[in-house]
């Protein structure tokens, strides 16, 4: 991720939680945090949003990883989150297999089909 868009640890505070709700009807649990916040090591699902109004969010990408610390270089997708004027990183921390993570994503793509995945 560009400089510009890095916060530093100080500012890794969470603002909640938000409930996302994919087509299967399965609810996923995400943390809320200011977008360019930087994480520590470890697998996990994510979603660049845009607030909207305080608590209401659309989803702009939905991805996931192996290791949420290595910086997301998708140029591409980066050029669609500062034109759709991103704002906010969801996070969900995940043990699970990378099968299971992106069955998730796939899961919440189906019903949200947000903007930036539809660039890939």
Not at 50 to 69: A, I, K, N, V
Request: include cysteine.
């Amino acid at each position: 991720m560009p400089d510009a868009f890095r916060r530093t640890s100080a500012d890794m505070s969470d603002l909640g939680i938000h409930l996302w709700t994919g087509q299967s009807g399965q609810k996923y649990r995400y943390t809320v945090y200011m977008f360019g916040t930087v994480f520590g090591p470890g697998p996990a699902n994510y979603i660049f949003a845009r607030e909207g109004r305080p608590g209401h969010f659309l989803p702009l990408y939905f991805g996931q990883t192996d290791d949420l610390s290595e910086p997301f270089e998708d140029h591409i997708a980066l050029e669609c989150l500062k034109q759709n004027r991103v704002t906010h990183i969801h996070v969900r921390h995940s043990d699970a297999r990378e099968e299971i993570r992106r069955a998730e994503r796939s899961d919440l793509i189906s019903v949200w089909n947000p903007t930036c995945n539809a660039m890939r």
